[in-house]
């Protein structure tokens, strides 16, 4: 495994990054805390003329809020500005700065909040800005792959994958989550890294996007949206474990979303079909975090169906989540359900229309009755000529081939070439 410090992982999103500095004035990269934002801006900007501004020097963060204009006022280079959401009144500045000299690459800006939900941001930088996500490190990044699942899939090739690791291999994986630094520790302190990492959060992040009077209340809160991860989003049941009115429950829940501590995937609501589901569906975008949170450990999550369930299920949302934010066009992540409980875990749909279903068995195991859902999706919500592909991924060794368009894919083919 990769040591926190070891050079030369190429992160997905690199190339994007660098092409938007050269066709935009301002590029965010947003992301939360200790997923690599500022080792990333500091590889894709040149080093000849880039000022570097990082607000978490007291002293930057203090002269920014003095003198915002005179903060981000430079010459003809990139001016990065790390963490910008402790000081959202640059925005305005850098409207005026980038408006006055509207070159492309005048800033790169990192920030570990969604700086727009911020109540206190008013300048949006429309037709001036490009923002990226950059998440947690994936496996096919650690593993020095490229980010081609989905056409791999679409392609329905899967020559030359050969038998990944095991259920309980991909437990482990997914135990550890995706922040690089827990990858190097020790089985005993990968919990205390996280739990250090949400107080540090709270302590301090929470604070510069809201006024959070009940951190008790917010702590728990964590802890209830852990359980509730690749769930139907229910406010009100979650709202009923804790004692919360809904407003403050909703405010709360927004501003862990705005850390990207969680996040909702939308239901695929591309047909007429009534019966189609409209919920989103919760997710904590960390396993690692999913299981230190909820106290879980390898020994009891590989023997409990539900934790490794919600486990894996959660590990393959993140891989596909980086895989598709990596795309040079935008392809939609959705989940579908619908009134007969009819499921599919994921529906990725590409720019061409082409759809790809996927279900996800933490189990090693497969049969034909683990496409039940696939194969409706297939047979009655795709129309004529669009092309689908269904999978059922899971931690089994072989490719098994379950009729047209229709496989059993063992789980690496998320990170191998």
């Known amino acids: 495994m990769p040591s926190p410090s070891t050079p030369g992982i190429q992160r997905w999103l690199a190339p994007a990054v660098f092409d938007a500095l050269q066709t935009r004035r301002v590029v965010v990269l947003a992301g939360a805390r200790q ?3 500022t080792t990333l801006a500091k590889a894709v900007a040149a080093p000849e003329g880039v000022l570097y501004r990082p607000l978490d020097d007291p002293g930057l963060l203090a002269a920014a809020q003095a003198d915002p204009h005179g903060f981000v006022a430079h010459g003809d280079g990139l001016m990065v500005i790390d963490e ?10 850098i409207k005026k700065e980038a408006d006055e000299h509207p070159r492309p690459g005048r800033f790169l800006l990192t920030g570990s909040a969604n700086i727009q939900s911020l109540p206190s941001v008013t300048e949006s930088l429309a037709g001036r800005v490009s923002t990226l996500r950059l998440r947690p490190f994936s496996e096919g990044e650690m593993a020095g ?10 392609r329905q090739d899967w020559d030359g994958l ?31 890294w996280h739990t250090d990492y949400l107080a540090a959060l709270m302590a301090r992040d929470l604070q510069d ?6 951190k008790d209340s917010m702590a728990q809160l964590l802890e209830v949206l852990a359980a509730w991860s690749c769930k139907l989003m229910d406010t009100s049941a979650i709202g009923a474990q804790l004692a919360l009115a809904r407003p403050t429950l909703e405010s709360y829940i927004n501003a862990l979303e705005s850390l990207f501590l969680v996040e909702r995937l939308r239901p695929w609501i591309s047909t007429d079909y009534a019966r189609v589901g409209k919920q989103d569906k ?30 894996v299920e959660g590990f393959v949302y993140a891989q596909l989540a980086a895989q598709l934010d990596a795309q040079d066009e935008p392809h939609q992540l959705a989940h579908y359900r619908d009134r007969e409980q009819r499921e599919i875990d994921f529906v990725v749909t590409t720019p061409d229309g082409s759809t790809v279903g996927i279900e996800v068995k933490a189990g090693s195991a497969v049969s034909a009755d683990s496409f039940k859902h696939l194969r409706w999706f297939q047979d009655r919500m795709v129309p004529p000529g669009q092309v689908f592909v269904g999978l059922v991924l899971y931690t089994g060794e072989q490719v098994l081939h379950f009729g047209p368009n229709l496989w059993a894919v063992p789980m690496h083919a998320l990170w191998s070439n």
Not at 145 to 154: D, E, K, Q, S
Not at 165 to 185: F, H, I, M, W
Not at 284 to 309: K, P, Y
Request: with cysteine; charged share 20%; aromatic share 4%.
């Open 35 to 37: 997923c690599g934002k």
């Open 84 to 93: 910008i959401q402790r000081a959202p009144a640059l925005l305005m500045a």
């Open 145 to 154: 792959t490229a980010p081609h699942f989905i056409a791999r899939a679409l």
């Open 162 to 192: 050969g038998p990944g690791p095991s259920k309980d291999a991909v437990l482990q994986k997914a135990l550890r989550g995706g922040y690089l630094e827990v990858q190097a520790l020790p089985a005993k302190s990968v919990r205390r």
């Open 209 to 214: 996007i809201a006024q959070i009077r009940r």
């Open 282 to 311: 919760l997710v904590m975008t960390d396993t690692g975090l999913v299981a230190s949170l909820l106290r879980w450990q390898f020994d009891s999550a590989r023997l409990d169906a539900d934790q490794s369930g919600k486990l």
